[in-house]
T-cell receptor, first 113, second 113 residues
Framework: SQKIEQNSEALNIQEGKTATLTCNYT??????LQWYRQDPGRGPVFLLL?????KEKRKERLKVTFDTTLKQSLFHITASQPADSATYLC????????????FGQGTTLQVKP | SQTIHQWPATLVQPVGSPLSLECTVE??????LYWYRQAAGRGLQLLFY??????ISSEVPQNLSASRPQDRQFILSSKKLLLSDSGFYLC????????????FGPGTRLLVL
């Protein structure tokens, strides 16, 4: 069955450092992969989308890589700030007209001042 | 601009009581609509999705049902709630037929006692 794995342990880093979160998947061939941010008690918010034919995408302090051979995506936040503390979810989609996504369980990032 | 509303924000219901959660989207036409449930500390589980009025697809067998009586209205219902129905319910929309990114509502926290 399709499976998405994100590190269930919280990631604690110091302000100013780079945070790296991992998303691994099996038994799936996604057309694209997305990353969302979720704050406690709120709905997820879209951050970045990367397609199967793209290796890397950047947006301000965010960088996403996508390796379809390793079946892995890495999500980097450079110069991290306490305001970056949240849970980050990866999601895979196949590009069908339904727009269905499969979400990982998320990794909680805590940035300490 | 598009907005998505969910209500109520919080709900406490006894076991065996009925349920009706409502989601409406403004500023877009013919969206794909989704209902997710998120258990505490867990990822998003897709419950239902809809690509048009009256078209509902169920992802997992459960005690819940969904309906889409209007283009931008999505309702999640139950005739008799179970303890296991407790959780954080999220409605989301994407652009129909080509939508990749999903936009989430604020969520409804349901506690069944």
């Amino acid at each position: 069955s399709q499976k998405i794995e994100q590190n269930s342990e919280a990631l604690n880093i110091q302000e100013g450092k780079t945070a790296t979160l991992t998303c691994n998947y099996t038994n799936y061939s996604p057309a694209y992969l997305q990353w969302y941010r979720q704050d406690p008690g709120r709905g997820p918010v879209f951050l970045l989308l990367i397609r199967e034919n793209e290796k890397e995408k950047r947006k301000e302090r965010l960088k996403v890589t996508f390796d379809t051979t390793l079946k892995q995506s890495l999500f980097h936040i450079t110069a991290s700030q306490p305001a970056d503390s949240a849970t980050y979810l990866c999601a895979l989609g196949q590009g069908s007209n339904t727009g269905k996504l499969i979400f990982g369980q998320g990794t909680t990032l805590q940035v300490k001042p | 601009s598009q907005t998505i509303h969910q209500w109520p924000a919080t709900l406490v219901q006894p076991v065996g009581s009925p349920l009706s959660l409502e989601c409406t989207v403004e500023g877009t036409s013919n969206p794909n609509l989704y209902w997710y449930r998120q258990a505490a500390g867990r990822g998003l589980q897709l419950l239902f999705y809809s690509v048009g009025i009256g078209q509902i697809s169920s992802e997992v067998p459960q005690n819940l049902s969904a309906s889409r009586p209007q283009d931008r209205q999505f309702i999640l219902s139950s005739k008799k709630l179970l303890l296991s129905d407790s959780g954080f319910y999220l409605c989301a929309w994407s652009v129909g037929a080509s939508g990749e990114t999903q936009y989430f509502g604020p969520g409804t926290r349901l506690l069944v006692l």
